[in-house]
């Protein structure tokens, strides 16, 4: 059974940083692209980004490009977004996802939630 | 960017009603979409992939349909299990999802 579990959420103040985390069990890990996808309270979803599962590459929403990195270690099974420069818009909670090969999100975690506010 | 536009934002039924959500994308996207149902407090639940496809373990009376920049996902026969919010999503180029219909109880 695929099981994908976020931790790392919390309150940060403005301009503060925090790195989420996402342990992966239940399929192979290296061969899958992992993404980030975020959702404000009362709002809809919102692909945030994406790691292919070699490494090759990275890619992020505008709204976050140049304050987010997302990161893996297939060697443990994780993936990471570290957060930076926050933003009150960035309160949210942060869906961990597996990406089948076409693109879409067959699995997903039950997201931890991040609260920009001072 | 490519965009997705549902409708309708808010859609009321009834059990045994037959419901339909579309998605319009603001080019075409070929086949390369998904649905996605949410119910209040928990993650996305992936319904449907490459426009038509029914995921594994998903009740047949849900079913996708269309191609190029119009889809749509139907419930043939709403069940009290169904009442959520569904969401389109393509992957054409990089990803982007509508912004959600909700469907609450008539």
């Known amino acids: 059974e695929v099981q994908l579990l976020e931790s790392g959420g919390g309150l940060v103040q403005p301009g503060g940083s925090l790195r989420l985390s996402c342990a992966a069990s239940g399929f192979t890990f290296g061969t899958y692209a992992m993404t980030w996808v975020r959702q404000a309270p009362g709002k809809g979803l919102e692909w945030v980004s994406t790691?292919?599962?070699?490494?090759?590459?990275?890619y992020y929403a505008d709204s976050v490009k140049g304050r987010f990195t997302i990161s893996r270690d297939n060697s443990k099974n994780m993936v990471y977004l570290q957060m930076s420069s926050l933003r009150a818009e960035d309160t949210a909670v942060y869906f961990c996802a597996k990406e089948h090969g076409s693109g879409y999100y067959s699995s997903w975690g039950q997201g931890t939630l991040v609260t920009v506010s001072s | 960017d490519i965009q997705m536009t549902q409708s309708p934002s808010t859609l009321s039924a009834s059990v045994g009603d037959r419901v339909t959500i579309t998605c319009r994308a603001r080019q075409s996207i070929s086949s390369w979409l998904a649905w996605y149902q949410q119910k209040p407090g928990k993650a996305p639940k992936l319904l449907i992939y490459?426009?038509?496809s029914l995921e594994s373990g998903v009740p047949s009376r849900f079913s996708g349909s269309g191609s190029g920049t119009e889809f749509t996902l139907t419930i043939s026969s709403l069940q009290p299990d169904d009442f959520a919010t569904y969401y389109c999503?393509?992957?054409?180029?990089?990803?982007?999802f509508g912004q959600g219909t909700k469907v609450e109880i008539k």
């Open positions: 999503q393509q992957y054409k180029s990089y990803w982007t």
């Open positions: 490459d426009a038509s």
């Open positions: 790691i292919s599962s070699r490494l090759i590459g990275t």
